[in-house]
Nanobody, 123 residues
Framework: QVQLVESGGGLVQPGASLSLVCIAS????????MGWFRQTPGKEREFVAA????????YYADSVAGRFTISRDNAKNTMYLQMNSLQSEDTAVYYC????????????????GGQGTQVTVSS
């Protein structure tokens, strides 16, 4: 059974940094793409970043490019999202997800998703 478990969320001030972690289990992900999405109340879940598990190719939403960095540790089946220069607009529940094949910016195309971790940016 595939499980994705996020952690690392919290309350931070604008301009601060936070690192999210997604631990994957239940299968090998060598042919998968994994991504981070976020959602605020009343809005659709939006793409944040994705990484090709085997090649390491990375993709970012324009709103986070240059501030967020996605990475993975194959040996630990773990994905990370380093978030710098956080802004109030980054406040959301952050989800990790996995899909077989190339990355996608559409949440419904991902086969597996985690339960989410809350990130709140507020002074």
């Amino acid at each position: 059974q595939v499980q994705l478990v996020e952690s690392g969320g919290g309350l931070v001030q604008p301009g601060a940094s936070l690192s999210l972690v997604c631990i994957a289990s239940g299968r090998t992900f060598s042919s998968y793409a994994m991504g981070w999405f976020r959602q605020t109340p009343g809005k659709e879940r939006e793409f944040v970043a994705a990484i090709n598990w085997s090649s390491g190719a990375k993709y970012y939403a324009d709103s986070v490019a240059g501030r967020f960095t996605i990475s993975r540790d194959n040996a630990k089946n773990t994905m990370y999202l380093q978030m710098n220069s956080l802004q109030s607009e980054d406040t959301a529940v952050y989800y990790c997800a996995a899909r077989k094949g190339p990355y996608s910016r559409d949440w419904p195309t991902y086969e597996y998703g985690g339960q989410g971790t809350q990130v709140t940016v507020s002074s």
